[in-house]
């Protein structure tokens, strides 16, 4: 099956949207099956260019605090930045709703997109891998 077509390229990295819902793991595990994972969000650009090309669509994102003391993480092993990333929230997120909110997706078309949602949740997601020049 071709999806390699479905991989946009954004500086240095192809990024796949996924036209299928899945809850939080699962899509990471998808991920993981095409060598790459639930995408990281380090500058504006990269967050401006993922919440336009999810044009209004929630998407999960590779953010989440499940397993650990309660802090957010990357996993993709990206150093989560906490103070670059609060520019990322939507205002009054994240709020763990229910207590039961660990993992984070793109929710709005703004720069201010991310919402913390139950991993259990299916919403559509975004693969992050790095492209690598093979030589000859
Ligand atoms: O109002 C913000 C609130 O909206 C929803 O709950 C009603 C979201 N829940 C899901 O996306 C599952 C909350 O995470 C969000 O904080
Ligand atoms: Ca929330």
Redesign the pocket.
């Known amino acids: 099956q071709m999806v390699s077509q479905d991989w946009k390229h954004f500086r240095g990295n192809f990024y796949y949207f996924s036209h299928t819902p899945k809850t939080w793991y699962s899509a990471q595990q998808f991920c993981v099956s095409r060598s790459s994972h639930l995408t990281s969000v380090t500058s504006e650009g990269e967050q401006e260019f993922l919440y336009k090309t999810a044009s209004g669509f ?1 998407y999960w994102i590779g953010l989440t605090k499940a397993g650990s003391e309660g802090n957010w993480y990357w996993v993709d092993e990206t150093p989560f930045n906490k103070d670059r990333s609060v520019r990322f929230w939507i205002p ?2 994240p ?1 763990n ?1 229910g207590n039961n ?1 660990h993992c984070v997706n793109i ?1 709005l078309p703004s720069l201010l997109s991310w ?4 991993c259990d ?1 299916k919403f559509l997601f975004i693969c992050k891998r790095p492209y690598v020049h093979s030589e000859p």
Do not use: R
């Open positions: 929630p009054g997120e709020n709703m909110e929710k919402n913390d949602a139950s949740n």
